[in-house]
Protein backbone atom coordinates (compact mmCIF):
# COMPACT_ATOMS: atom_id res chain seq x y z
CA UNK A 1 0.00 0.00 0.00
CA UNK A 2 1.30 3.04 -1.32
CA UNK A 3 2.24 5.70 1.41
CA UNK A 4 1.37 9.38 1.61
CA UNK A 5 2.86 11.61 -0.92
CA UNK A 6 3.57 15.00 -1.19
CA UNK A 7 5.31 17.30 -3.35
CA UNK A 8 7.41 18.97 -4.22
CA UNK A 9 9.79 18.12 -1.74
CA UNK A 10 11.67 21.56 -1.57
CA UNK A 11 10.72 24.88 -2.63
CA UNK A 12 12.74 28.17 -2.58
CA UNK A 13 10.19 30.93 -2.93
CA UNK A 14 10.76 35.17 -2.74
CA UNK A 15 8.65 36.98 -0.53
CA UNK A 16 5.35 37.93 -1.69
CA UNK A 17 5.07 35.37 -4.33
CA UNK A 18 2.25 31.76 -3.91
CA UNK A 19 2.93 28.54 -3.33
CA UNK A 20 0.95 25.61 -4.27
CA UNK A 21 1.43 22.14 -2.29
CA UNK A 22 0.47 18.63 -3.24
CA UNK A 23 -0.66 15.51 -1.00
CA UNK A 24 -1.76 12.58 -2.56
CA UNK A 25 -3.10 10.45 0.24
CA UNK A 26 -3.40 6.79 0.97
CA UNK A 27 -5.68 5.16 -1.03
CA UNK A 28 -9.04 4.59 0.79
CA UNK A 29 -8.13 7.58 3.24
CA UNK A 30 -10.73 11.03 2.48
CA UNK A 31 -9.63 12.54 5.20
CA UNK A 32 -6.47 14.82 4.59
CA UNK A 33 -4.65 17.25 6.83
CA UNK A 34 -2.47 19.82 7.35
CA UNK A 35 0.48 20.99 9.45
CA UNK A 36 3.14 23.63 9.67
CA UNK A 37 6.21 22.27 11.35
CA UNK A 38 8.68 25.06 12.89
CA UNK A 39 11.52 24.99 15.32
CA UNK A 40 10.03 27.09 17.31
CA UNK A 41 6.39 26.51 17.17
CA UNK A 42 6.06 22.30 16.55
CA UNK A 43 3.37 21.25 14.92
CA UNK A 44 0.86 23.24 14.13
CA UNK A 45 -2.46 22.45 12.18
CA UNK A 46 -3.68 24.20 9.39
CA UNK A 47 -7.07 22.47 8.15
CA UNK A 48 -8.50 19.11 7.50
CA UNK A 49 -10.05 18.42 4.51
CA UNK A 50 -12.79 15.29 4.27
CA UNK A 51 -14.71 15.07 1.02
CA UNK A 52 -14.14 17.60 -0.94
CA UNK A 53 -15.17 20.15 2.01
CA UNK A 54 -12.92 21.09 5.01
CA UNK A 55 -14.01 19.79 8.44
CA UNK A 56 -11.64 21.84 10.48
CA UNK A 57 -9.64 25.11 10.28
CA UNK A 58 -6.60 25.82 12.66
CA UNK A 59 -5.22 30.10 13.68
CA UNK A 60 -3.97 30.50 10.40
CA UNK A 61 -4.33 33.38 8.16
CA UNK A 62 -6.53 33.66 4.96
CA UNK A 63 -3.04 33.64 2.93
CA UNK A 64 -3.55 29.99 3.48
CA UNK A 65 -5.89 28.16 2.09
CA UNK A 66 -6.66 24.49 0.43
CA UNK A 67 -8.61 22.12 -1.61
CA UNK A 68 -9.26 18.71 -2.04
CA UNK A 69 -10.75 17.07 -4.65
CA UNK A 70 -12.85 14.27 -5.99
CA UNK A 71 -9.72 11.77 -5.51
CA UNK A 72 -9.30 12.88 -2.09
CA UNK A 73 -5.48 14.59 -3.57
CA UNK A 74 -5.12 18.06 -1.52
CA UNK A 75 -3.75 20.95 -2.27
CA UNK A 76 -2.33 23.70 -0.46
CA UNK A 77 -1.67 26.96 -1.26
CA UNK A 78 0.43 30.22 0.66
CA UNK A 79 -0.26 33.60 -1.04
CA UNK A 80 1.92 36.48 -0.09
CA UNK A 81 4.09 34.71 1.29
CA UNK A 82 6.32 36.13 4.10
CA UNK A 83 9.78 34.97 5.61
CA UNK A 84 7.93 33.50 8.32
CA UNK A 85 6.23 30.81 6.16
CA UNK A 86 9.16 29.05 6.28
CA UNK A 87 8.46 25.75 7.59
CA UNK A 88 7.85 22.15 6.85
CA UNK A 89 4.72 21.28 5.71
CA UNK A 90 3.16 18.12 6.43
CA UNK A 91 0.25 16.46 5.02
CA UNK A 92 -1.58 13.33 7.07
CA UNK A 93 -3.95 11.28 5.86
CA UNK A 94 -6.37 9.29 7.70
CA UNK A 95 -9.01 6.43 7.42
CA UNK A 96 -9.61 6.30 11.07
CA UNK A 97 -7.87 8.24 14.32
CA UNK A 98 -4.19 7.26 13.01
CA UNK A 99 -2.58 9.93 11.08
CA UNK A 100 0.08 8.61 8.24
CA UNK A 101 2.32 11.54 7.11
CA UNK A 102 4.00 12.12 4.08
CA UNK A 103 7.80 13.10 3.71
CA UNK A 104 7.03 17.04 3.67
CA UNK A 105 7.23 19.88 1.37
CA UNK A 106 10.48 22.60 3.21
CA UNK A 107 9.55 25.94 2.22
CA UNK A 108 12.35 28.29 2.06
CA UNK A 109 11.20 32.01 1.65
CA UNK A 110 14.01 34.16 1.00
CA UNK B 1 -8.90 26.10 23.23
CA UNK B 2 -7.51 22.27 24.14
CA UNK B 3 -3.83 22.53 24.82
CA UNK B 4 -1.45 19.76 25.17
CA UNK B 5 1.83 20.71 26.60
CA UNK B 6 4.66 17.86 26.65
CA UNK B 7 8.14 18.38 29.11
CA UNK B 8 10.70 18.53 28.60
CA UNK B 9 11.70 20.41 25.43
CA UNK B 10 14.94 18.29 24.56
CA UNK B 11 16.48 14.80 26.58
CA UNK B 12 20.21 14.04 26.85
CA UNK B 13 20.70 10.42 27.91
CA UNK B 14 23.85 8.36 27.69
CA UNK B 15 22.61 4.82 25.44
CA UNK B 16 21.18 2.36 28.60
CA UNK B 17 19.80 5.44 30.77
CA UNK B 18 16.07 5.54 31.05
CA UNK B 19 14.19 8.51 29.69
CA UNK B 20 10.37 9.94 30.03
CA UNK B 21 8.93 12.17 28.58
CA UNK B 22 5.39 13.63 30.28
CA UNK B 23 1.93 15.01 28.20
CA UNK B 24 -0.78 17.44 30.32
CA UNK B 25 -3.59 18.84 28.65
CA UNK B 26 -5.52 21.44 30.25
CA UNK B 27 -8.84 19.69 29.70
CA UNK B 28 -9.81 15.61 29.65
CA UNK B 29 -9.02 13.93 26.54
CA UNK B 30 -10.79 11.22 24.80
CA UNK B 31 -7.45 9.75 24.03
CA UNK B 32 -4.07 10.33 23.68
CA UNK B 33 -1.59 9.44 21.01
CA UNK B 34 2.08 9.11 20.61
CA UNK B 35 4.01 9.30 17.32
CA UNK B 36 7.99 9.39 16.66
CA UNK B 37 9.68 11.78 14.62
CA UNK B 38 13.20 10.94 13.56
CA UNK B 39 15.67 13.56 12.29
CA UNK B 40 15.17 14.84 9.10
CA UNK B 41 11.89 12.35 8.46
CA UNK B 42 7.95 12.89 9.29
CA UNK B 43 5.58 11.61 12.09
CA UNK B 44 5.84 8.08 13.00
CA UNK B 45 2.08 6.85 15.03
CA UNK B 46 3.04 4.71 17.86
CA UNK B 47 0.54 4.36 19.78
CA UNK B 48 -3.07 5.28 20.84
CA UNK B 49 -4.56 5.07 24.53
CA UNK B 50 -8.00 5.46 25.16
CA UNK B 51 -9.30 4.41 28.45
CA UNK B 52 -8.35 5.74 31.96
CA UNK B 53 -5.23 4.66 33.62
CA UNK B 54 -4.20 2.42 30.80
CA UNK B 55 -0.60 1.02 30.05
CA UNK B 56 0.46 -0.29 27.11
CA UNK B 57 3.79 -1.62 26.35
CA UNK B 58 5.81 -1.79 23.31
CA UNK B 59 9.36 -3.62 23.60
CA UNK B 60 11.38 -0.97 25.40
CA UNK B 61 8.29 1.85 25.57
CA UNK B 62 6.14 1.98 28.27
CA UNK B 63 2.95 4.52 27.49
CA UNK B 64 0.23 5.27 30.13
CA UNK B 65 -2.78 7.62 30.18
CA UNK B 66 -4.19 8.96 33.65
CA UNK B 67 -6.64 8.04 36.03
CA UNK B 68 -8.44 11.82 34.37
CA UNK B 69 -7.01 11.44 31.17
CA UNK B 70 -5.37 14.92 31.42
CA UNK B 71 -1.58 13.42 31.41
CA UNK B 72 0.34 10.98 29.86
CA UNK B 73 3.82 9.51 29.96
CA UNK B 74 6.38 7.97 27.66
CA UNK B 75 9.20 5.59 29.32
CA UNK B 76 12.11 4.19 27.54
CA UNK B 77 14.18 1.70 29.01
CA UNK B 78 17.80 1.33 28.03
CA UNK B 79 17.67 3.73 25.76
CA UNK B 80 19.36 2.68 22.49
CA UNK B 81 20.93 5.13 19.40
CA UNK B 82 18.03 4.17 17.17
CA UNK B 83 15.92 5.74 19.95
CA UNK B 84 16.68 9.41 19.29
CA UNK B 85 14.26 11.64 17.64
CA UNK B 86 11.06 13.90 18.94
CA UNK B 87 8.05 12.46 20.28
CA UNK B 88 5.16 14.34 20.24
CA UNK B 89 1.96 13.51 22.24
CA UNK B 90 -1.33 14.48 20.74
CA UNK B 91 -4.98 15.24 21.86
CA UNK B 92 -7.76 15.41 19.57
CA UNK B 93 -9.01 18.53 19.00
CA UNK B 94 -11.80 19.55 21.45
CA UNK B 95 -15.51 19.46 19.95
CA UNK B 96 -15.20 15.04 19.76
CA UNK B 97 -12.70 15.57 16.11
CA UNK B 98 -10.26 12.91 15.35
CA UNK B 99 -7.58 15.93 14.28
CA UNK B 100 -4.82 15.38 16.79
CA UNK B 101 -3.53 18.58 18.27
CA UNK B 102 0.34 18.24 19.26
CA UNK B 103 2.28 19.15 22.20
CA UNK B 104 5.89 20.71 21.18
CA UNK B 105 7.13 17.50 21.24
CA UNK B 106 10.39 16.42 23.53
CA UNK B 107 13.92 15.44 21.43
CA UNK B 108 15.78 12.53 22.63
CA UNK B 109 19.78 12.76 21.86
CA UNK B 110 21.32 9.39 22.94
CA UNK B 111 25.03 9.43 23.60
CA UNK B 112 26.88 6.13 22.73
Known amino acids: KAGVTQTPRYLIKTRGQQVTLSCSPI?????VSWYQQTPGQGLQFLFE???????NKGNFPGRFSGRQFSNSRSEMNVSTLELGDSALYLC?????????FGQGTRLTVV | GQQVMQIPQYQHVQEGEDFTTYCNSS?????IQWYKQRPGGHPVFLIQ?????EVKKQKRLTFQFGEAKKNSSLHITATQTTDVGTYFC????????????FGRGTSLIVHP
Open chain 1, 92 to 100: ASRGGPEAF
Open chain 2, 27 to 31: TTLSN
Open chain 1, 27 to 31: SGHRS
Open chain 2, 49 to 53: LVKSG
Open chain 2, 90 to 101: AGPKTGGSYIPT
Open chain 1, 49 to 55: YFSETQR
